[in-house]
């Protein structure tokens, strides 16, 4: 009998993107001068691109990964949802779109 392949770590590699955002965003947010209108619609379209990277790396894990866990154990419930992030997206592109209308007045 063939023994079983390890399993793929799909852990480690999109964690660790995600925490590297974070601290992206934590730097940026010292660097971003409010006061200037390019930096700050810059900030928030790089903001923007992030949620939404954000999003997709939780509808990644809902669709397969959350999927493929319930499969093999049947107690796991809803236990990983979208936290508001589709929320907090629409808010900042709602932003952006307000920053780029204020900035062609």
Known sequence: ???????????????????????????????????????FRSFLQSLCAT?????????????YIIGLLQQRCCTVYNVHSDNKLSEMLSLFEKGLHNVKMFILI
């Open 1 to 39: 009998m063939a023994p079983f392949p390890d399993e793929v770590d799909v852990f480690t590699g999109p964690h660790w993107r995600m925490k590297q955002l974070v601290g992206l965003y934590c730097e940026k947010l010292s660097k971003t001068n409010f006061s200037n209108n390019n930096d």
């Open 51 to 63: 949620f939404k990277e954000f999003k997709m790396h939780e509808q990644i894990e809902n669709e």
